[in-house]
């Protein structure tokens, strides 16, 4: 009978850090930049840039709090230490919603390359990835962990192809066309914020790490800083190799630039390399939020059984099965900008709070040990977090109105069921 109890700590400081670029590489880069290039224009690496700016601040925020509170609880921890246990549930269903979500969009995008093979439609090929990472999650963290610094190599890979391709075309178009101006450029980066998603997750492995108070805070500046780096090359490459039209017309966008200049061949790599790189990240947001639900279930906020933990294996096996099954009611929505759009209202929301987390931290538990420290203050009020919650507040807004409704009422079915759940916690 399995029972509740601790996880394994096996992950250094490299398998932290790759698994975290791993996570945040994938989904937004190989399949939305389309989407994104449809809004920005050829200025789409500016929404890339804009959109690590709002990352960077709050990343500094998750540094900062899970080197005070290294546990699998993240999120819920650090707001129920920094304000009340009701808004740290809303917050932890919110991660457990983002990443839950952020998995269907991605499986659903990992459908759209697979289906150009194949034909099969995207729900049922979209199902069966859920499932099938799904098994490896509940085998083993370290099992897990090393498919996904595998499948990380192979997707870095692809998108040096992709900068290796545009390079010779620097300079060949203007990369501050803009066909609905600014806004778009603004609204362009409130898409692709969703390609950043995946840094906050790491600190749900906290309880999996070695020196989790300096191995968390550590890795996850690195993976932002690669991916970053990353993102803005291959945005610039992108568009100087077939220009914006070309990204925002196609429903696999790298395939279309690999197509142009090494024919089929190159199409179906650049295809292959897509399929590794969302399966990556399909498989990091199911093992980010089931981490989650276990540390919430572990502090009585979810079901206890959420917190089993598989006695031979090691890992929390039940909330595993409770994520993929959520995951598999958003893949019925069938359209991954519209799923990725909900993924970012949760995270804006999230991050907001996250921001203020530590700003309240710093006046009401000014003494606790920060083995990582946001740099910059003025009045004893550090300024990122101020900046941080400013920029989420702002991009929130740049949603379409619909996803905001849609959010609006998650966020009250939330507190609805907050207040069954802390009761019966209580």
């Given amino acids: ?57 709050t990343a500094l925020s998750y540094a900062e709090l899970s080197s005070m509170f290294p546990t699998a609880g993240a999120e819920y921890d650090y707001v129920a230490y920094a304000f009340h246990q009701r808004l740290a549930f809303i917050v932890g269903i919110m991660v457990i919603l983002s990443g839950v979500v952020g998995a269907a969009a991605v499986s659903v995008g990992f459908a759209g390359y697979f289906s150009s093979f194949t034909s099969l439609p995207l729900v049922p090929v979209a199902a069966v990835l859920l499932i099938g990472l799904a098994v490896l999650n509940s085998r083993g963290i ?20 992709i900068i290796a391709i545009g390079l010779p075309h620097l300079g060949s178009i203007n990369y501050f066309e803009m066909p609905s101006g600014l806004p778009g450029v603004f609204a362009g980066a409130a898409l692709i914020f969703f390609a950043y998603q995946g840094f906050e997750e790491m600190v749900k492995l906290s309880e999996e790490a070695e020196k989790p108070e300096t191995t968390i805070p550590r890795g996850l500046i690195a993976a932002l800083v690669i ?8 945005a610039v ?34 295809t292959v390399i897509a399929l590794f790189a969302t399966a990556n990240t399909v498989l990091l947001m199911l093992i ?9 279930a572990k502090r009585g906020s979810l ?17 595993i099965v409770a994520v993929t099954v959520a995951s598999l009611a958003f893949v019925l929505l069938g359209d991954i900008r519209v799923i990725a759009e909900i993924t970012t209202f949760t995270l804006y ?44 507040v702002f991009f929130l807004f740049q949603l379409p109105q619909s996803v905001l409704l849609i959010g609006t009422a998650l966020l009250l079915v939330t507190l609805g069921i907050s207040y069954v759940a802390l009761q019966k916690g209580g």
């Fill in 237 to 270: 490459a992108a568009v100087s190799a077939v220009g914006f039209t070309s990204l925002a017309s196609s429903p696999a966008p790298f395939a279309e630039v690999a197509n142009t200049y090494l024919g089929g061949s190159g199409a179906t790599l650049f």
């Fill in 303 to 319: 079901p206890v059984q959420l917190a089993m933990v598989h006695r031979t294996l090691g890992t929390p096996w039940v909330a």
């Fill in 349 to 392: 929301v999230t991050f907001f709070v996250i921001n203020a987390a530590v700003i309240a931290l710093r006046f009401s538990s000014p003494k606790l040990p920060r083995p990582f420290r946001v740099p910059l203050s003025l009045a004893g009020i550090p300024i990122t977090p101020v900046l941080g919650g400013v920029v989420c």
């Fill in 1 to 57: 009978m399995d029972q509740p109890t601790t996880l394994k700590r096996e992950l250094n400081l490299l398998e932290v850090t790759l698994s975290g670029t791993g996570i945040i590489l994938g989904a937004g880069v190989y399949v939305l930049i389309g989407d994104a290039a449809a809004l920005a224009g050829n200025a789409v690496w500016l929404s890339f840039a804009l959109a690590a700016l709002i990352a960077a601040f």
């Fill in 288 to 296: 980010a939020s089931s981490r989650l639900a276990y540390g919430m």
């Fill in 227 to 234: 991916t970053t780096v990353l993102y803005l090359l291959v």
């Fill in 142 to 161: 370290q099992e897990s962990t090393n498919v996904a610094i595998v499948l990380t190599l192979i997707e870095a890979g692809g998108l040096i192809g």
